[in-house]
């Protein structure tokens, strides 16, 4: 059979998973009646609310008489070493950028691995519709880009089309009107090579990335380099060292369309999803009994951020969850790495809590949020940058940054980021908005984004991926104002937070019940501020006129678990349960905290 291999690559929202949509309604997926929902390939619940795809996802259309795989990618820099290992299973990327934001940092950073894999990518131009497009401009940058990039000239030779992603429409040009996405397909099945399909020599398949289901457990999805691969089969699990342990296929599934279909046998070219084999990994080779060389091996990236969670302990443990124990935090989180590729997990010895890594905030947020959905209650500390040892020199993790900004806040950022250790690269202005480009370690960046909104009075754009390991860059200021923090149990009231919010940020609203300890706001101080919030008026017989009508209160903007992860400093904690997100000091009472730390 014809089979064409490609995956859609992007810096996010450039319009990946729009553009998929298009494809399989294009590309017959769906019987006439069928209720498709807008990003349907966006199927997890969160990534619906995030409006974000946090897992890649294969599908498959037919086009002619050809099937094409079709893998979505996520565009969020979290989950670029995902993209790395899904793109060894295709033969061809579909690139997309925004017409009017151009080459973005995931842009670059998914091209160059698409560039060192060999693979030559068809660019698509997305967006075109938008007033702002600058699609010939934005042509000229990503040329500019593949030869920075070092690319070859077969590679600078790349085919382009302009798309309105949303419409379903695809053209050549920019001026003629597209009416659908032939000339896409058109470039597919001329630049995309046919996967080759040995189907003579012995089996040898090597999965991606991992899957889990409750009734057949792990999977793994990849693709068969040669052979044809059977359920009954049994095969040698080999690992890129060489050692190799036996398994058995018992279900082999490929995609069509928005569903998995189970077949009885696939052949080289085919990605298949394959269940049977327990304790597989990303990166082994499954191949039959007589094979001895594994698949080349595929590097896992090492994680950059880590967190600590920890057994909720908080006064109000308990009273919103039901998951609570360390032993159903450690099954949890077990469980969580059988199919999470790049993400640690340890126990921390003597404590009742686990020290989880992975490539990113988000990365562990969304773990988090999964948690607290399945009723979990746990505290998690701050994320900390992961150091690294490389040739002796202590190093970190670097970040490629574009900021978006109006001219008449570029110079605060360009200062509030120096201060971070961050520096320029590169500034363009044009009509009053300015492109800055910084490298900024990761270090500097937590934390970052709540000052960035502020400055930019909420009209900035920043964008950011993980580039490199650097050399450690020193100290880097952290957050500038102190906590204000209650000083007692209670539920808090309109009269005190009235009179509190003249002195910081509040956090919660009134009738909120609060702990000792607990976090209510942000003090305009740089130290922390004990406060009451619980107290009430005192009742007079004497009714001071109006003055009650005039108590109102500033609206809260009650912060969402990743506002709260990077607000908080080291010697706090964000505590999360399904219900709600407290911000809390570790040591609840000023005396403890003052002879833990006595100036
Ligand atoms: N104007 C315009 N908007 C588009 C077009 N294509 C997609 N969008 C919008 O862009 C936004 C992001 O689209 P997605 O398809 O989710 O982007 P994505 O690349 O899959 O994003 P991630 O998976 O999070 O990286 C959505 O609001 C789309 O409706 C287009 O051709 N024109
Ligand atoms: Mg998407």
Redesign the pocket.
Known sequence: MDIRNIA?I????????????ALLEQGGAYTEHEEVQ??A??SDDQ?RE?????YAKNTAIHYKDCKINIV?????ADFGSEVERILRMVDCVLL?V??QEGPMP?TKFVLKKSLELGLKPIVVI?????PAQRAMNVIDMVFDLFATLGASNEQLDFPHVF?????G?AQETLEEKGKDLTPLFDLIMKHVPIAKSDTEAPLRMQPSSLAYDDYVGRMGIGRIYEGTMKVGQQVSVLKPDGSERNGKITKIFIAEGLNKKEVSEASAGEIVTVAGIDDIYVGETVAAKQVTEPLPAISIDPPTISMSFLVNNSPFAGKEGSQLTTRQIRARLEREKETNVGLHVEAIEGTDSFRVSGRGELHLSVLIESMRREGFELQVSRPEVIFQEIDGVVCEPVEHVIIDVPEEFSGTIINLLSQRKGEMQDMKTEDDQCRIEFLVPTRGLLGFRGDFIIETKGEGILNHSFLKFEKEKGEIPGRSRGSMISMTPGETMAFSLWNLQDRGTLFVGAQTPVYEGMIIGESNKSEDMMVNPTKNKKLTNVRASGSDEAMTLVPVQEMSLEQALEYISDDELVEVTPKSIRLRKKLLTEVERKRANPK
């Open positions: 859609i992007a810096h996010v929202d450039h319009g990946k998973t729009t553009l998929v949509d807008e990003l390939m966006d990534e995030r409006g974000i795809t946090i979505d990618t996520p565009g969020h997309l925004d017409a995931q997305n967006k075109i519709d938008k798309a309105i992603a949303r419409e429409i």
